[in-house]
């Protein structure tokens, strides 16, 4: 898996050369985003596959945007590295800002998933052509505002910003704050102050940026980036006192920068009531859903309990307490585990308690992260099988160790087929796998007799059993 780095500003002709043809229409996807919100989301990305994946921070928890393919990209390889990635960190494959146009891809994807489309996330997405003429009687009111603001200030001109109005811009943050209505609020405060940052960038490329000037004095400016068919407004700021001039920036914004795109996006309104006023007022074309898939594992939707399974010979159920003794031999006993491919003592981070095994397992099936199941004969544990690293496509991966003084009497593979078949036909699975170390043939003449060999490499032999 390629490394993620976090976003820098030194990123940005990087990150634009996939933002640059992206068709997918929200604002997630463009480099302006990325950096003006990086302290909040703390963007990373890597290019795996020939597609861009970034991944975010929400709430504690990682986040991906859906993958954005350069001219090669392979977009299932992209996703398949982020599932595979999420497993080995043992973090949700959350995939969030998911494009109207991408979710029907991801429904078929996975079997189980948590589907949000959270109202206060949509963007506004407006036609340009209804923003450069503000035509028609819906938009009366605008055109008003437009003309009160023409008549009070005729010679008012709009004007591309580039890096050079370093000096305006930073007077116009001055003027701005001295008028802005929302000074006690947290939230607005922190928004103007990355906004601010940003318009540091109007010289880049990558950027389009103008404003609305009153002789000298610069009243309203806006910032914005083309991402393959839309225009996706970043920052739209004017001053309260100089009546109008809003309408007036949209539409000389438009008229300027929008006649190479279809859609003009103002993004989203914050949860923001006036702001969701203002921007359903202009009339926007669609409000654009942008998705969060939060796949689920099969054991979430099926398993409320660890069953009990029988066999010829074998009862298979939970752990208990009265296991631990037994339990503990099985899992330290490091001659028989070389072949385990696991490091239970590493794994707890911590010295080895007289519980410290038989509470990982519970945990991990409290968390529906794994079934460890005791393999018993007589009553007496024997030794465990284990499904564990859910794909939430369908697949988990299933272990089995038996003690050594039940070696050679085919507990192993009747324990095994009983938890894969388990997997295959009541948790609704359609995949089980499992390897071995290639120098264990004990364990390769187990897996061979009850799974299809997939294939190998230096160190391991693989197999599947499917439905």
């Given at each position: 898996?390629?490394?993620?780095?976090?976003?820098?500003?030194?990123?940005?002709?990087?990150?634009?050369?996939?933002?640059?043809?992206?068709?997918?229409?929200?604002?997630?996807?463009?480099?302006?985003?990325?950096?003006?919100?990086?302290?909040?989301?703390?963007?990373?990305?890597?290019?795996?596959?020939?597609?861009?994946?970034?991944?975010?921070?929400?709430?504690?928890?990682?986040?991906?945007?859906?993958?954005?393919?350069?001219?090669?990209?392979?977009?299932?390889?992209?996703?398949?590295?982020?599932?595979?990635?999420?497993?080995?960190q043992g973090a949700a494959p959350v995939i969030s800002v998911v494009p109207e146009c991408k979710a029907a891809r991801l429904l078929a994807r996975y079997p189980y998933v948590r589907v949000s489309d959270i109202r206060t996330w949509r963007d506004y997405v407006y036609y340009r052509e209804d923003l450069?003429?503000?035509?028609?009687?819906?938009?009366?009111?605008?055109?008003?505002?437009?003309?009160?603001?023409?008549?009070?200030?005729?010679?008012?001109?709009?004007?591309?910003?580039?890096?050079?109005?370093?000096?305006?811009?930073?007077?116009?943050?001055?003027?701005?704050?001295?008028?802005?209505?929302?000074?006690?609020?947290?939230?607005?405060?922190?928004?103007?102050?990355?906004?601010?940052?940003?318009?540091?960038?109007?010289?880049?490329?990558?950027?389009?940026?103008?404003?609305?000037?009153?002789?000298?004095?610069?009243?309203?400016?806006?910032?914005?980036?083309?991402?393959?068919?839309?225009?996706?407004?970043?920052?739209?700021?004017?001053?309260?006192?100089?009546?109008?001039?809003?309408?007036?920036?949209?539409?000389?914004?438009?008229?300027?920068?929008?006649?190479?795109?279809?859609?003009?996006?103002?993004?989203?309104?914050?949860?923001?009531?006036?702001?969701?006023?203002?921007?359903?007022?202009?009339?926007?074309?669609?409000?654009?859903?942008?998705?969060?898939?939060?796949?689920?594992?099969?054991?979430?939707?099926?398993?409320?309990?660890?069953?009990?399974?029988?066999?010829?010979?074998?009862?298979?159920?939970?752990?208990?307490?009265?296991?631990?003794?037994?339990?503990n031999a099985l899992v330290l006993d490091q001659e028989r585990n070389r072949w385990w491919g696991y490091d239970d003592v590493g794994g707890l981070g911590g010295p080895v308690e007289e519980n410290s095994f038989y509470e990982v397992a519970r945990r991990d099936f409290e968390n529906r992260q794994a079934?460890?199941?005791?393999?018993?004969?007589?009553?007496?544990?024997?030794?465990?099988?284990?499904?564990?690293?859910?794909?939430?496509?369908?697949?988990?991966?299933?272990?089995?160790?038996?003690?050594?003084?039940?070696?050679?009497?085919?507990?192993?593979?009747?324990?095994?087929?009983?938890?894969?078949?388990?997997?295959?036909?009541?948790?609704?699975?359609?995949?089980?796998?499992?390897?071995?170390?290639?120098?264990?043939?004990?364990?390769?003449?187990?897996?061979?007799?009850?799974?299809?060999?997939?294939?190998?490499?230096?160190?391991?032999?693989?197999?599947?059993?499917?439905?």
């Amino acid at each position: 898996m390629e490394q993620f780095k976090p976003v820098t500003k030194q990123d940005g002709a990087k990150l634009r050369r996939y933002y640059e043809t992206c068709n997918y229409g929200i604002c997630e996807y463009s480099v302006g985003t990325k950096l003006m919100w990086r302290p909040v989301l703390h963007p990373a990305w890597a290019e795996i596959a020939g597609c861009l994946v970034v991944r975010n921070e929400h709430d504690g928890h990682w986040v991906f945007d859906y993958p954005v393919p350069g001219p090669e990209g392979d977009e299932d390889a992209a996703l398949d590295a982020i599932e595979a990635y999420c497993l080995e960190q043992g973090a949700a494959p959350v995939i969030s800002v998911v494009p109207e146009c991408k979710a029907a891809r991801l429904l078929a994807r996975y079997p189980y998933v948590r589907v949000s489309d959270i109202r206060t996330w949509r963007d506004y997405v407006y036609y340009r052509e209804d923003l450069q003429l503000f035509a028609g009687r819906r938009y009366s009111g605008q055109r008003n505002h437009i003309k009160k603001f023409r008549t009070q200030w005729p010679e008012a001109y709009f004007r591309p910003l580039t890096g050079k109005d370093e000096a305006v811009i930073e007077q116009f943050w001055k003027d701005y704050e001295a008028e802005f209505p929302k000074g006690d609020n947290a939230k607005a405060r922190d928004e103007l102050r990355l906004a601010r940052q940003m318009l540091k960038m109007a010289g880049k490329s990558w950027f389009r940026a103008g404003g609305m000037f009153d002789g000298e004095k610069l009243v309203a400016l806006s910032l914005a980036e083309k991402c393959g068919d839309t225009l996706i407004i970043h920052i739209e700021k004017a001053l309260y006192s100089y009546t109008g001039v809003y309408p007036t920036l949209v539409q000389e914004f438009a008229c300027a920068f929008g006649d190479d795109c279809q859609w003009i996006n103002r993004e989203d309104d914050a949860a923001d009531r006036g702001l969701r006023t203002s921007k359903l007022q202009y009339g926007p074309a669609k409000l654009a859903p942008k998705y969060c898939f939060e796949p689920q594992n099969e054991l979430l939707t099926h398993v409320r309990q660890i069953p009990e399974l029988k066999t010829e010979r074998l009862t298979l159920s939970a752990l208990t307490p009265a296991d631990i003794p037994a339990y503990n031999a099985l899992v330290l006993d490091q001659e028989r585990n070389r072949w385990w491919g696991y490091d239970d003592v590493g794994g707890l981070g911590g010295p080895v308690e007289e519980n410290s095994f038989y509470e990982v397992a519970r945990r991990d099936f409290e968390n529906r992260q794994a079934v460890n199941f005791a393999v018993r004969l007589d009553g007496k544990l024997i030794g465990e099988a284990v499904l564990y690293r859910f794909d939430c496509r369908g697949g988990a991966e299933l272990g089995c160790r038996i003690d050594s003084a039940y070696a050679g009497h085919g507990y192993g593979t009747e324990a095994f087929t009983a938890v894969a078949n388990w997997g295959l036909y009541k948790v609704h699975l359609s995949r089980v796998v499992a390897k071995c170390f290639k120098e264990n043939q004990a364990s390769y003449q187990m897996l061979s007799s009850c799974m299809r060999k997939k294939g190998e490499d230096e160190t391991f032999y693989y197999f599947e059993k499917l439905v």
